[in-house]
């Protein structure tokens, strides 16, 4: 079937384009036109580099409902098929049904009338259903969830010189599931153990694109080296610096603005890609008062806190280590501090501390928990210093309760940091909270506020009415 001049023209510029191509077919699918933004030209122009071999991983975080799948995955693959009928594609998503409905949709895109014409193409009638689909050539799409089975197919083609497929994963991670640390290390892990893997040459691309939902989601674990690979990164939040919104037409600033107090959490990760607001959360870093050690009386009885972690691995908490004393009506932080060490090194590590902080500690109190056990029986045989189990209430609860519950007596001013080089770190932790990585600061100054500041109500003796006659 011949083409007119028109639909040449057509031709030309939807396979030089991506989005064009994408408005071509949204108009012609949906019978409306797809509204273009600065940033659908931002990711097109980031996934044509993609197509070209210039990028071969590639990370787009943006905020929901922002047409990113369908640019990104739905238009995509269609894209990369009419470019080579070859193309293999991988694409995840956090949910089988989503990945499923994306790829059902990219299967009608291919088999519209308006795709057919330009770019001729039969879909085999056996392998036509929604998790996997292929044409003639052999190209086609493997969609399952990001936690799912990835058999028997691979993304790309082995040494071809021009652009043959890729692995799309959009959205790996449910909303939910972000403060799971257990859900979060299981796509991470996924991505490392298999995904990875599904590629059929080490040149075809991988591209993922998210909201972002905590500090340690598949974004961050990716840019943070989690893969060792590199990655291109282009990151989209619905207000730039100047607090001009990314797309007016979808969000004015009053309408982000109404959406920031409501749930600054979601704000700061899924609108601004920045999953830990700087400010604000459980605990504000404001409530805390910097004071001069100089101010504090002498013969304080400090004691010692340790937050043990299971190993010296970063991608685990380390071991927390604060210092704190009840001086007055105040808890007082003199130092809080954490460490990347095992066993025993961390217990050679625990009197030199002491020393250098130029005071005597009464107790050390270790969480029964991950390596405390080990280092209260090192330092009890190995020191004198006097060393005791952390018998805590809290430590039944959870971290978010624990905090919760200290908070009043942050808020009230009664916890002081002693001025020093850790307080900067200790502050941005606690900002960040709960989406941080690592929360060792926030269970040490809970337990310190539980033990220092919360008054635990008398147990009042149980009166035993007497009969006169008894002792007659």
Known sequence: MRLTNEEKVIK????????????????????KYFAVAKHHRLIADALMKVISGDTKRLIINIPPRYSKTELAVKN????????????????????????????????????????????????????QGKKKWFNESGGGVYATASGGAI?????????????????????????????????????????????????NDRNTPIVVIMQRLHEDD???????????????????????????PLWEDKHTFDELEIIRQADRYT??????????????????????????RNSLPENIKWEMIIDGAYTKDTKNDPTGIQVGAKVGNDYIILSSIDKYLEMPALKSFIEPYIDSLKIEVSMILIEPKASGKSLKQLLKEE???????????????????????????????RVKLVEGTWNEHFLQQIGMFPNGKHDEHIDLTSYGVE??????????????????????
């Open 12 to 31: 030309h510029r939807c396979e030089r384009d991506l989005l064009f191509f994408t408005r071509y077919l949204f108009k012609e699918n949906h019978n």
């Open 76 to 127: 995509f693959i269609a894209y990369g098929l009419a470019l080579n009928r070859n193309s293999k594609f991988i694409h995840l998503s956090y949910s089988d049904d989503l990945a499923l409905d994306n790829s059902s949709q990219t299967k009608e895109y291919i088999e519209s009338e308006s795709y057919q014409r330009l770019w001729p193409m039969t879909l085999k009638k056996d392998a």
């Open 151 to 199: 058999t028997g197919f691979g993304a790309g083609l082995t040494d071809s010189e021009i652009f043959s497929g890729a692995i799309i994963i959009d959205d790996p991670l449910k909303p939910d599931d972000a403060y799971s640390e257990l859900k979060r290390n299981s796509i991470n892990n996924r991505y490392n153990n298999t995904i990875r893997s599904r590629v």
């Open 218 to 244: 598949l974004s961050g674990f990716l840019l943070d080296g989690g893969s060792g690979e590199e990655w291109e990164h282009l990151c989209l939040p619905a207000l730039n610096e100047d607090n001009e």
């Open 267 to 292: 704000f700061a990760g899924q609108y601004m890609q920045t999953p830990s607001p700087d400010e604000g959360g459980e605990w504000k870093k404001d409530w805390f008062e910097i004071i001069n």
């Open 383 to 413: 020191t004198s210093l006097n060393v005791s189990e952390l018998k805590t209430q809290f430590v039944s609860v959870s971290k978010i309760e624990r905090a919760r519950a200290s908070s009043p007596y942050l808020e009230s001013g």
């Open 451 to 472: 033990r220092n500041l919360i008054i635990k109500k008398a147990v009042k003796p149980t009166m035993i009415p007497i009969n006169k006659g008894m002792f007659s």
